[in-house]
């Protein structure tokens, strides 16, 4: 199974870029890569997933590199509503569970 | 669309005693997922279902965790006898069907054992 890695913590000044980066060296082929946020006392929100093309959406930006052991998530324009614990987490090939890690715990300064 | 609902939204326990927690997914979502979340990580999945049938249950510690979804929609988990270490937050998601990655998830029962 995939494993993730992410950085414990990251900050982003209000109405700035938030580029959250994920490590997924042991990805396989046919695992996508899916990005969920959890706001303090709420369950985990969809954001984006992806398998190896970028992708964007209304809330957020996907970078896959071209090897995929790495995606960035890009908030481009961060508000304080979107300080949250960010998941990056694989699906495993059996295509029904998310593995989640830690999280970086993203905040958005005024 | 109501979002996945959970209940309760806290439980206070003395150890050795039992504990259900109860969700109502999302309407038409085949797929329902239970996960347990301790403090400072993420969320673990205990047990998925299809439809009324639970095809991964690997990871439910079946001595004292059991879990039911009749007739293929709401779901109960229930702990008994609850144990100090089973404080957590406790999850449930839903998805249109297991291929789908995207999941709907509750605000969570937040179970403390005393």
């Known amino acids: 199974d995939a494993k993730t890695t992410q950085p414990p913590s990251m900050d982003c000044a209000e109405g700035r870029a938030a580029n959250l980066p994920c490590n997924h060296s042991t990805i396989s082929g046919n695992e996508y890569v899916y990005w969920y946020r959890q706001i303090h006392s709420q369950g985990p929100q969809y954001i984006i997933h992806g398998l190896k093309n970028n992708e964007t959406n209304e809330m957020a930006s996907l970078i896959i590199t071209e090897d995929r052991k790495s995606s960035t998530l890009i908030l481009p324009h961060a508000t304080l509503r979107d300080t949250a614990v960010y998941y990056c987490?694989?699906?495993?090939?059996?295509?029904?569970?998310?593995?989640f890690g830690e999280g970086t715990q993203l905040t958005v300064n005024p | 669309e109501a979002g996945v609902v959970q209940s309760p939204r806290y439980k206070i326990i003395e150890k050795k005693q039992p504990v259900a927690f109860w969700c109502n997914p999302i309407?038409?979502?085949?797929?329902l997922y239970w996960y347990r979340q301790n403090l400072g990580q993420g969320p673990e999945l205990l047990i998925r279902?299809?439809?009324?049938?639970?095809?991964?249950d690997s990871q439910l510690p079946k001595d004292r965790f059991s879990a039911e979804r009749l007739k293929g929609v709401d779901s109960t988990l229930k702990i008994q006898p609850a144990e100090l270490g089973d404080s957590a937050v406790y999850l449930c998601a839903s998805s249109l069907d297991r291929r789908v990655g995207i999941q709907y998830f509750g605000a969570g029962t937040r179970l403390s054992v005393l």
């Open positions: 279902y299809e439809n009324e049938e639970a095809v991964d």
């Open positions: 309407s038409g979502h085949n797929t």
């Open positions: 987490s694989v699906e495993e090939t059996s295509g029904s569970r998310l593995t």
